[in-house]
């Protein structure tokens, strides 16, 4: 019974000790399971969790890229990608909030997290914002502040904590799992022992310890592979090192980039992806931060495969062992290109605000929301007077202070005005600054309120101007729009408007009043003999005699040119203009010295009555021009009233004119021809083509009447080009019809001769005509071998190149110097006619001819007579030896086929006799 009861008992012991086992084996394999299922949890878990952290800093980066996109480009697209951003960050963020509750740890980081969230959203708003409100400039002002980067910089610190923190706390549960299974073996092998001695029991129990192992080695395999694919797939280059900081693991991007293996790279072979110039520092760093057990943060150079070089962010936390102590080291590095190279062009965007805000032209000042100053650039420094830190943190108002300048009272202040209406401003017209000094400076203004990201006005903006140079301007403008620019007198349409007023107060005040034109004598000469600077000169000493020559209440204007137009405000008869015009001649006749020179000028006045000569200043200083010009046709330095007949010869005159621009076009003109004879042989030796007009209704009219009406309107150019062909071409019909011609003489207009493109026209004429150039004769006056007389020589001097002879017409009529003959090539000069007429002994005109001719026999001139009449006037030509004569004694001038004839058959006249021999008409 006994053996039994023990048997029993060790029965009952072993089963006990089975049961026992068995519950042991049974638990510990229960607990192999729990571990496998709670490994993959957790290995499940922290991809979750880091996942919505990567998911999170995807979405801030884009929603950063993207407002700062839209505040360089404006794009909307850009804006709408903000959003998309900040939504997926949200979203990814509760997640984060979900998948972490269960660790206090991380749950005490997350309002931080939220914070630094929705600070970055705040700010990406702001610049959205002053974007749209204010404009580029304002927008990058906001990105360049560096704000941004430093909530984006502290996000991605707080993000890497929590990855840090999730990675560390997997690596931790796999120390776990692995001191776990440790025990689970020692169980088991319990079990085991006590299978041996229970076969059935502890073989069962071994089975199940077997199993449970198996299943833990492969959640810890599994955990430790998705680890590993975690820590591949990430954007930044993780890596794992032991206590002392000899690595151990790189994930694959590293690899990817540095294009090294793990051979090259294991223990401290990271050293040689550093750049060389600062190897030195990051090791003494790192080093110094796994000593002392600190998380380690640097920035540093890490070269690329292809051999350069890019900034990367390094940050590595500690994992320590169950005892508390450092085991391990896990680190990642965050390449930093775009986000550096962004922050740079956002600082050059910046510094070239702040350049430009320096160097503009205008003041700028910024307040915050209690209207303090926080912002000058230089000039607003210059125009208020204030330095730029001593203005910061004053009041606006004791910096810029605006009065009105007719009431001299302070306005309201633009700035805040601005911010209490949420408006753009500007400052009333009319205003003035008051510097700290003391001195005013008118200004102009726009003022503009700052907004911060939700909208709310934080301050204002004012941009500012000194208009004093405008202002000036705009009033010199105005005195030079209403005056002449050289003498400073009124100018036409002023004495237009001062003419017209004193007309309406005229039967007021019982009075009449004048207009009176004037006209410079001899002011053209001057002008283009001494040059323009000095005929400025004298037209300014003109304009001050005249006004002295003025009361008060008349007034003198400058019309242009050489005219000068006085009206006489209150006159109460025509005689008082008569006067102050005669005080004018005498005035302006004076000498006036200019420089080295003593000129002499002269005037002709012409003088219009209100109401009688017209009843508006257009109509009399219309009427007092008419009668100027009757004053220089009656002798100059003269006055005259209009009359209502100079109104007929002046519109007499514009008839004429008006006709003359079409006689061309209608053939009207007709070239006459006027022989040369020979004196000494009778023969004829050429013609001078003389222009006449056949009007078709005046008939003839005479040279006198139109030439000078065509060299006044300038259609003396065209017209004497066709004179001048026309008789080229004629020449040469006589020519080749083998008449007896020398040479065809045509009279050539200063006007003409001025002309730019005379040479031209002369020589294509030729050309044209195909006259040879040695039969052509010009005939020039004095008057115009005297003006700018180096360009003249040089134009005579090319003519004479091409064989045209030059002959000086009405000789000694104009400046009659004998210098003039040396200096040009002249080749013929022909006495006037008013020399010729009336020779006799008894008359001066016998001198002065008999002097002409010795002259010009000395120089070896031909010397030409001109009106030769009668027969008294040939023999006295004859007999001081005068080389040839034109005039009606020998013909009139005739048609072409009329000339011709005389060419054929001679003069017909009869000639007198020289020293017995007479000479007799060319049969």
């Not at 959203?121 to 430093?150: E, H, K, Y």
């Not at 920035?299 to 169950?322: K, M």
């Not at 034109?517 to 400025?536: M, R, T």
């Not at 006045?605 to 000569?613: A, K, L, Q």
Request: net charge negative.
């Amino acid at each position: 019974m006994k053996n039994r009861s023990a048997v029993g008992q060790r029965v009952q012991l072993a089963l006990g000790s089975a049961i026992l086992a068995l519950l042991i084996v049974g638990t510990v394999s229960y607990r192999a399971v729990l571990m496998s299922v709670e490994s993959q949890r957790w290995v499940k878990h922290t991809d979750d969790v880091l996942d919505n952290l990567n998911a999170l800093l995807a979405g801030m980066e884009s929603a950063e890229a993207s407002y700062r996109g839209f505040a360089l480009s404006g794009d909307e697209a850009d804006f709408a990608a903000y959003l998309a951003g900040i939504d997926n960050a949200e979203r990814a963020e509760t997640a984060v909030r979900t998948l972490t509750s269960d660790n206090p740890t991380q749950q005490r980081r997350l309002p931080h997290l939220d914070e630094l969230v929705s600070e970055k959203v705040r700010f990406g708003n702001a610049v959205v914002i002053l974007r749209r409100t204010r404009g580029l400039q304002a927008a990058a002002d906001a990105v360049q502040s560096g704000s941004g980067r430093q909530i984006m910089k502290q996000l991605y610190a707080s993000v890497q904590e929590m990855q840090n923190e999730e990675l560390q706390l997997m690596v931790l549960r796999n120390e776990e799992a692995e001191r776990r299974i440790t025990q689970t073996k020692v169980i088991v092998l319990l079990g085991t022992a006590i299978g041996i001695l229970i076969a059935v029991i502890a073989g069962w129990s071994a089975r199940r310890a077997h199993i449970a192992r198996e299943l833990a080695e492969e959640a810890r395999r599994e955990g430790e592979e998705r680890f590993r694919d975690l820590a591949n797939n990430i954007s930044q280059l993780a890596w794992i090192a032991d206590r002392n900081g000899s690595i151990t693991w790189y994930n694959k991007r590293w690899f990817d980039y540095t294009g090294t293996t793990l051979k090259e790279m294991a223990g401290s072979g990271w050293k040689k992806a550093l750049h060389p110039d600062q190897s030195e520092r990051v090791v003494e760093k790192i080093t110094r931060c796994m000593q002392s057990g600190e998380v380690w943060e640097d920035t540093f150079l890490l070269r690329a495969q292809d051999g350069t070089y890019h900034p990367f962010l390094s940050r590595a936390v500690p994992i320590c062992d169950a005892e508390g102590n450092i085991s391990r080291w896990f680190g990642t590095n965050t390449d930093i290109s775009e986000r550096q190279r962004i922050e740079d062009e956002l600082f050059a965007e910046k510094e070239r605000a702040q350049i430009t805000l320096k160097s503009i032209g205008d003041a700028v000042i910024c307040t915050d929301m209690e209207s303090n100053i926080t912002f000058l650039n230089p000039i607003a420094k210059k125009m208020t007077g204030w330095p730029g830190q001593e203005a910061l943190g004053h009041h606006v108002t004791e910096v810029f202070q605006i009065l009105d300048a007719t009431s001299r009272k302070t306005i309201p202040n633009p700035l805040e005005l601005a911010m209490v209406q949420n408006q753009v401003l500007s400052l009333p017209l009319n205003c003035v600054l008051l510097q700290r000094n003391g001195v005013e400076i008118p200004v102009e203004d726009s003022v503009a309120p700052i907004h911060d990201r939700q909208g709310n006005v934080t301050g204002a903006v004012i941009v500012f101007r000194d208009v004093s140079a405008a202002q000036a301007i705009a009033q010199q403008m105005a005195y030079l729009a209403q005056h002449d620019f050289l003498t400073g007198l009124p100018n036409r349409m002023l004495l237009n408007d001062r003419v017209n007023q004193a007309i309406a107060l005229a039967p007021r005040h019982k009075r009449k009043v004048a207009v009176l034109f004037l006209d410079l004598d001899g002011f053209k000469h001057i002008n283009d003999s001494l040059g323009h600077a000095v005929g400025d000169k004298l037209l300014q000493s003109v304009a001050g005699r005249l006004a002295n020559c003025l009361r008060e209440t008349d007034s003198i204007s400058r019309q242009g040119g050489d005219e000068f137009v006085v009206l006489l405000s209150e006159i109460e008869a025509a005689e008082d203009a008569a006067m102050i015009a005669q005080r004018m001649l005498q005035s302006v006749g004076a000498v006036h010295s200019i420089d080295q020179y003593n000129l002499h000028v002269t005037t002709s006045i012409g003088i219009s009555v209100h109401p009688d000569d017209g009843l508006d200043s257009e109509t009399l200083v219309k009427n007092a021009d008419i009668a100027m010009y009757h004053a220089k046709e009656h002798g100059r330095r003269s006055y005259q009233f209009f009359k209502q007949d100079m109104n007929l010869r002046a519109v007499e005159r514009q008839s004429i004119e008006e006709s003359l621009r079409n006689a061309l076009g209608n053939h009207e003109f007709v070239v006459h021809y006027q022989p040369k004879v020979d004196l000494r042989t009778g023969d004829i030796t050429g013609a001078e083509a003389l222009l006449r007009w056949e009007h078709p209704v005046r008939g003839m009219v005479s040279p006198a009447e139109f030439i000078p009406i065509a060299e006044e309107s300038g259609l003396i150019v065209p017209i004497g080009s066709w004179v001048l062909r026309e008789s080229c071409r004629q020449a040469c019909a006589w020519l080749d019809a083998g008449l007896p011609l020398k040479t065809i003489a045509v009279n050539i207009s200063a006007i003409e001769f001025r002309d730019g493109h005379f040479l031209e026209s002369v020589f294509s004429i030729l050309d044209e005509t195909g006259l040879d150039p040695g039969h052509l004769e010009l005939e020039l006056t004095e008057s115009i071998l005297m003006k700018s007389t180096e360009a003249t020589s040089l134009m005579l001097k090319t003519l004479r190149a091409k064989g045209i002879q030059i002959a000086i017409d009405d000789f000694g009529t104009g400046y009659s110097s004998l210098s003039y003959l040396t200096k040009f090539p002249v080749d013929v000069i022909k006495i006037d006619q008013s020399f010729v007429r009336h020779i006799d002994a008894a008359h001066d005109n016998t001198a002065i001819v008999t002097a002409i001719i010795g002259m010009g026999r000395s120089l070896n001139l031909r010397v030409v007579a001109e009106g030769v009449e009668s027969l008294e006037e040939l023999e006295f030509l004859q007999a001081h030896q005068c080389d040839e004569a034109q005039g009606y004694y020998f013909s009139r001038p005739e048609v072409a086929g009329q000339f011709a004839k005389l060419l054929q058959d001679g003069i017909t006249v009869s000639f007198p006799s020289i020293n017995g021999h007479a000479l007799l008409p060319r049969v």
